[in-house]
């Protein structure tokens, strides 16, 4: 395997990449816009689409201050699921599920969507019991839930180990058997592709240092490559949140905290599920090119870093052996961290801010990569209408003052 990989790295480094058509336009940035997105990641592009498609909107400009996807969009574990607790969470995540269903088709580029289903692992009689409740909550919210023995836990993850004297037993497991994964820099480039086709300014490299603000409305930004006006500008750059939202003179209830993953070398084809274990804070899948997924949970420290520490990392890795000992002689390959932006109920702030003409995308935890599509969605509709879709209507930054939270920190992996 490692010679066919070793000939196909070659083979494409002799390909003739200049006559590649580019998927996308790089234009220079105009001096106004009818909308701005502050981040080139997988929500704001997916705002950009839905703000030319759905609502007519076509002079939008994205601005990355990188590279589009280098952000958490590229820097995740790829999980696409809805196992929620609460009506509101059900119906938005679930709405997004639907969407990644029929994305390749929409957007005409193959996200490599793959239903392969995610298990959650009971190791306790307290967590069949949790079990329990999530899946009655997911059928009542009319989401597809089952709860399976430790038989159908075995038949479906055989490398697990599932005997009696496995340090953390198994007992059961909940299982949605339409959630799985999707290539995330395929999201974020068929956004891109799509928007940019529709007439969106796509600019990257482009940093927004401030914002022109007068009698507390919006009238633009300022950026590395000079100053843009427009009178709407949405914020959805993941943990950086609480940095641009400080730059527009208000702040946001979100603490940033490193989440890392890692990936192993290539293997063959050992485990076609996502597998997570609530005992460990362990997960794993298994991706196309044969390397082991590896997730965790976040640092216990805030930081903008892009990086992990080691005792997360060894926590993970004890973990993932934990559950599946036959792999403690796989090499890790590489690890990596995205910056989650944490919000005091563990659910995302989704609407306006306290600057009228700024609109924020926020909050996402670990579950922004599963959101890009109904994120995208409810904030390209809050942006060109001024008021929140249904889907979003629960997760505005005034439910702080109103006493309304969603906590969500258990389905979401977050521990208080």
């Not at 193959?110 to 409740?133: A, C, K, Q, Y």
Request: charge should be positive; hydrophobic fraction near 40%.
């Amino acid at each position: 395997m490692r010679g066919y990989s070793a000939l196909a790295i070659a083979r494409n480094a002799l390909s003739d990449h200049a006559h590649w058509p580019q998927a996308w336009r790089s234009p220079e940035p105009q001096t106004a816009y009818d909308a701005i997105i502050v981040g080139g990641g997988g929500h704001g592009l997916a705002c950009a689409y839905y703000l030319a498609k759905e609502h007519g909107l076509r002079r939008v400009a994205v601005l990355e201050k990188g590279w589009l996807g280098g952000g958490n969009t590229g820097r995740n574990t790829t999980i696409i699921r809805s196992n929620y607790f609460y009506a509101s969470s059900a119906a938005f995540y679930d709405f997004a599920l639907r969407q990644y269903e029929g994305l390749s088709r929409e957007l005409n580029f193959n996200i490599m969507f793959s239903p392969r289903g995610v298990l959650v692992l009971s190791h306790t009689r307290h967590d069949l019991e949790m079990n329990r409740r999530v899946a009655n909550a997911m059928r009542l919210n009319g989401i597809d839930a089952d709860l399976i023995s430790r038989d159908e836990v075995k038949r479906l993850a055989p490398a697990l180990d599932c005997s009696p004297t496995a340090r953390f037993p198994v007992l059961g497991a909940l299982i949605q058997r339409r959630a799985g994964t999707a290539r995330h820099d395929a999201v974020a480039w068929a956004y891109a592709r799509a928007a940019d086709a529709l007439g969106v300014d796509i600019i990257q490299s482009c940093e927004v240092t401030g914002f022109q603000i007068e009698r507390g409305r919006v009238r633009g930004v300022e950026t590395s490559r000079g100053p843009i006006q427009a009178p709407k500008v949405a914020i959805a750059v993941a943990g950086h949140s609480s940095v641009l939202a400080e730059k527009a003179g208000f702040r946001l209830p979100i603490i940033s905290y490193a989440l890392q993953a890692m990936v192993s070398e290539p293997l063959k084809p050992v485990l076609d599920t996502v597998v997570l274990s609530p005992a460990t804070g362990a997960y794993l899948s298994q991706s196309d090119k044969g390397e082991l997924v590896i997730g965790g949970g976040l640092d216990l420290y805030p930081s903008y870093a892009q990086r992990g520490g080691l005792p997360v990392n060894e926590t993970t890795v004890a973990g993932m052996l934990s559950m599946f000992p036959s792999l403690s002689r796989v090499r890790q390959l590489r690890q990596w961290a995205g910056i989650c932006d944490v919000s005091p109920d563990s659910s995302p702030i989704l609407g306006k801010s306290p600057i009228e003409g700024i609109y924020l995308s926020t909050g996402w935890g670990t579950g922004g990569f599963k959101a890009i599509p109904a994120g995208g969605y409810c904030l390209a509709h809050t942006l060109a209408r001024d008021e929140p879709h249904a889907l979003n209507a629960a997760f505005g930054l005034d439910r702080f003052v109103r006493n309304a939270l969603v906590d969500e920190a258990g389905a979401a992996s977050i521990p208080h």
